[in-house]
């Protein structure tokens, strides 16, 4: 079956810093993937998607890479803030009706 | 900004017990899931709903979870008798269309089962 990992259960980094996030995937060819960012006891919200042909995506401070070979996503936030503190959900569309695999996310501390 | 809502935010019931979970999805998507998570835990996908219809589900939704879409606005998730491992966040999510786009999730309904 389809599994979803992120190495790291927390991150945490100083204010200005970039956070490097990983996403690694086995047993599934995903079209695209996803990240969303989700705060305690909040619903996740969209950040970004990147498509299986796509190597990089940039959204502001935020930077998706997709690696089709190695099977891996890195998410990127640079001069990263206090207010980036969240849990950091990567996903991936697995049905055929849009339903999206979850992994279990990594928590980013950012300390002022 | 659209956005998904749901009700209530909190319910707490009792083992055994019928709960009816409330979602007013996106009124232009299509695609309409719910997905849940344990506290500590990641969030599982648990049904999808397409033309009126299911399209897909997991096994976690047995026999004991339907989905319903009443009218052109809401959509429910029942439980029909509660047990203690249902207690979790309950997602409802739209989305515009079936692929390559974002979903939209609701603020989540907090189920204690006791």
């Known amino acids: 079956s389809q599994k979803i990992e992120q190495n790291s259960e927390a991150l945490n980094i100083q204010e200005g810093k970039t956070a490097t996030l990983t996403c690694n995937y086995t047993?599934?060819?995903?079209?695209?993937l996803q990240w969303y960012r989700q705060d305690p006891g909040r619903g996740p919200v969209f950040l970004l998607l990147?498509?299986?042909?796509?190597k990089e995506k940039r959204k502001e401070r935020l930077k998706v890479t997709f690696d089709t070979t190695l099977k891996q996503s890195l998410f990127h936030i640079t001069a990263s803030q206090p207010a980036d503190s969240a849990t950091y959900l990567c996903?991936?569309?697995?049905?055929?009706?849009?339903?999206?695999?979850f992994g279990k996310g990594t928590k980013l501390s950012v300390k002022p | 900004e659209p956005e998904v809502t749901q009700t209530p935010s909190h319910q707490v019931t009792q083992m055994g017990q019928e709960v009816i979970l409330r979602c007013v999805p996106i009124?232009?998507?299509?695609?309409f899931y719910w997905y849940r998570q344990i506290l500590g835990q990641k969030v599982e996908f648990l049904v999808s709903?397409?033309?009126?219809?299911?399209?897909?589900k997991s096994e976690i939704f047995d026999d004991q979870f339907s989905v319903e879409r009443p009218d052109g606005s809401n959509f429910t998730l029942k439980i029909r008798s509660t047990k203690l491992e249902d207690s979790a966040m309950y997602f409802c999510?739209?989305?515009?269309?079936?692929?390559?786009?974002?979903?939209?999730f609701g603020q989540g309904t907090r189920l204690t089962v006791v």
């Open positions: 990147i498509r299986e042909n796509e």
């Open positions: 047993n599934y060819s995903p079209a695209y």
């Open positions: 709903f397409y033309n009126n219809e299911i399209s897909e």
């Open positions: 996903a991936l569309d697995r049905g055929s009706q849009g339903n999206l695999i």
């Open positions: 009124s232009n998507h299509l695609y």
């Open positions: 999510a739209s989305r515009e269309r079936q692929k390559n786009t974002e979903a939209f």
